[in-house]
């Protein structure tokens, strides 16, 4: 609610003064219940909407309003203050009830929003309704008797002003932003337009006793307007429908025509509305919240995937950025430890000296694998991977990698045996299938709680076949396939060693064989990992190379 001027709030002063005596007066006009209590009491919703929306300060309009239109029909002064009185205690109650809902700033687009618009509905004319009939009572319009009946039209006139009107004013310009605008949309609406006038036509006019006219026939056509034109035109539909049976029931015709009177027969009409309302209001809030809730959550992943996009440039550029010098410090690093062990003396000091050098160097070393690894992460998500084929022996380039590996094998307490009797032929790229089996190696030492390894390669004509097995505490089986995600970890205990990109790379450039690298097997006992890659043996079938089985 932002602040006015002095003309503006003037002109809203006005404005809700007269709309609120114009439709008072319409209501006052329909078989009012004790000269005053009418069931038709639009004025109810004008003043719920005006506090609502333009602030409480809005009273004064909403008191000489009810206390015009109560004078002007016969009221005595004392009568129509006491009815002024609880008239504006209502719209204040009801005003206060719905300011005091969290983030609520005026339309019915949530489900919360529209328990606090019918607490406040059925609460603010129980005080109007009260303080009303008591004032006919002391001002003799009303005989000394307590005129329940009365009361009960009062609250039911209001409650019906505050659950019909108020929320077309409450809602007011809040349309449902749906993909499909433009000529369809019109479309849409005019045969929206056509289903609820026919459906209330139907329902409301001609032969009350033919079996196809009846009330509960508009459902559908609100239904519609709820759920794809949102609140306001849904409020809109209602007020109509509720124009239209009031008319056609104070003619005197139609479905709520069984009783005598003209008040009687709204009672019903009233109670039918209501529930017609309720519906709407709740339904339209209901699927408001759950677009509202939709909108948020593309842009939460717009958020996201800017922010992945983000993570992946920096990580590209970082990881690129720190090659050379990481290049060149490894160098200098081996060289140092070169030069140490040449002068060493055999002296103790020179053993821990060539000792940390020997550290030294295998930090550079892991530190360059980690930002080599994310380098390729980074290659691969720009879909930059590309191989290099040669012709290799998968036989000797499992020996090379254990070999290399075989002081990593030592540290982690796990001994290898290869099982690699002939070789295994096939046009791949040597390094990239060397980076597979040293991630399948170095994850079988890391998880594999310093037990044998075994690494074994066979082949088919067609299919080569690498099995990396180790001996530790397995994989979760909700784990197997998320292992090979970007990022993915789950042995606990090395989280803060590893990125999660091991098994990533591998697939990925398994894949890029037209290969599958995959568990085979895993327990409490261990796990097996293994690779079938596709064997082509010259280049000039490489292009047609089979695929894995
Ligand atoms: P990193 O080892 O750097 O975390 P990887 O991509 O190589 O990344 O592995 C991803 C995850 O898969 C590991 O964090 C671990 O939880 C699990 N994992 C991989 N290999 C094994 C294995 N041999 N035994 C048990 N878990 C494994």
């Not at 009185?85 to 529209?114: C, D, Q, S, W």
Request: hydrophobic share 50%.
């Amino acid at each position: 609610m932002r602040q006015s001027s002095l003309p503006e709030r003037a002109a809203w002063l006005l404005g809700v003064f007269v709309a609120y005596v114009a439709t008072a007066k319409l209501g006052l006009a329909l078989d009012p219940v004790g000269g005053f209590a009418t069931l038709v009491w639009p004025p109810t919703g004008i003043a719920l909407a005006a506090l609502v929306r333009r602030g409480p300060g809005l009273w004064p309009a909403v008191a000489v309003g009810a206390a015009v239109a109560n004078l002007t029909s016969g009221a005595p002064w004392p009568v129509a203050a006491g009815i002024a009185v609880g008239n504006t205690l209502e719209a204040l109650l009801g005003a206060r009830v719905l300011a005091g809902l969290k983030g609520y700033t005026g339309p019915i687009v949530r489900v919360r929003y529209a328990v606090g618009l019918l607490v406040a509905a059925l609460a603010g004319p129980l005080v109007s309704a009260t303080i009303g009939v008591l004032s006919l009572h002391g001002g003799d319009v009303l005989p000394a008797a307590p005129g329940v009946g009365v009361w009960q039209a009062w609250w039911l006139g209001d409650v019906l002003g505050a659950l019909v009107v108020a929320p077309v004013l409450l809602n007011l310009g809040k349309l449902q932003e749906l993909g499909n605008a433009g000529r369809s949309r019109v479309l849409e609406s005019l045969g929206l337009i056509v289903a609820v006038l026919a459906s209330a036509a139907l329902s409301f006019s001609g032969d009350p006793t033919a079996p196809l006219r009846r009330p509960h026939m508009i459902f559908p056509a609100l239904i519609w307007a709820a759920i794809r034109f949102g609140t306001w035109v849904s409020s809109l539909m209602v007020l109509s429908i509720s124009c239209v049976a009031i008319t056609i029931t104070a003619r005197g015709t139609g479905p709520y025509v069984a009783a005598t009177t003209l008040h009687e027969n709204l009672t019903a009409l009233q109670g039918f509305m209501g529930t017609v309302a309720l519906t709407s209001i709740f339904l339209a809030a209901a699927n408001s919240e759950r677009a509202a809730a939709r909108l948020a959550l593309k842009e939460d992943e717009q958020a996201l995937r800017v922010a992945l996009g983000m993570r992946d440039e920096f990580l590209s550029i970082a990881s690129h950025e720190l090659r050379t010098p990481l290049a060149a410090l490894s160098l200098q690093v081996a060289g140092l430890e070169r030069a140490l062990s040449k002068r060493s003396n055999g002296s103790d000091e020179a053993q821990r000296e060539l000792h940390r050098a020997g550290r030294a160097v295998a930090h550079v070393e892991r530190l360059a694998r980690i930002v080599d690894n994310l380098f390729d992460v980074s290659q691969i998500t720009a879909g930059r991977l590309q191989l290099s084929r040669e012709m290799v022996d998968l036989s000797e380039a499992v020996r090379a990698v254990a070999g290399g590996l075989s002081e990593q094998a030592t540290r982690a307490g796990c001994s290898v045996s290869l099982s690699a009797p002939t070789a295994v032929t096939g046009y791949w790229d040597r390094f990239r299938i060397e980076q597979v089996i040293t991630n399948l190696l170095t994850n079988a030492f890391k998880y594999g709680a310093g037990k044998p390894v075994e690494v074994s390669v066979e082949a088919t004509d067609s299919v080569a076949r690498l099995r990396v097995r180790d001996h530790g505490t397995g994989i979760a089986p909700e784990a197997v396939e998320r292992i090979f995600e970007r990022f993915e970890r789950f042995a606990s205990g090395h989280h803060q060693k590893s990125l999660g990109v091991g098994l990533y790379i591998a697939r990925q450039v398994i894949d890029a064989h037209a290969g599958v690298v995959r568990v085979e097997q895993t327990s409490a006992t261990g796990s097996t990992f293994l690779v079938e890659l596709p064997r082509a043996q010259d280049p000039a079938h490489a292009s047609q190379a089979p695929s894995a089985p």
